[in-house]
């Protein structure tokens, strides 16, 4: 629930959010990410869907559509966006090294010389334990055909017991 709280809050922030070097320039964009969008986990890929309006307006529909993120470190990592659906939107597949607050934003070089800067991504640390399904069933199983196999065993000896006892009766 706190993850989704913090997309959220992403979301609704980063809808306009247009650096000030794009509007002076007059070459701005207003980048929407998709609702729903799964906050990222580090070492995981996240596929975040976003639509990129020229001045507000006009779908950007084609060229080269860059995400760039900066991790906590300042490292910076590209990622190239791909057309995805209607015209203007856009879908990138990222995977984030690492937890913690990154900023990032998006580039259409060969249109707008300027990048959209969205709020914050916080993203998540990598869970240390395995999903318990994979790791647990094989050992239930195990144990479940261990007992069925000693119930069959004791039973049979019972049988054997009462038969040979039922026989010397006279």
Known sequence: MRRQLSLASSI????????????????????????????????????????????GKTPVGQGNVIVSATGPDGQVYAFPARPEGKPGHWVVEMTLPSAGTWSWAVTIPEQLEVETHLAPLQVARASPIPPVGGAILPIFLLVAAGLVLGTLFV?????RTFAGRALQRP
Request: without cysteine; charged residues 10%.
């Open 155 to 159: 039973l049979r000896g019972r049988m």
């Open 12 to 55: 609704a922030s980063a809808a306009l959010m247009v650096s000030a070097g794009a509007a002076l320039a007059g070459g701005w964009a207003t980048v929407t990410l998709d609702p729903g969008t799964n906050e990222p986990t580090a070492g995981e890929p996240v596929t975040v869907g976003f639509t990129v309006l020229q001045h």
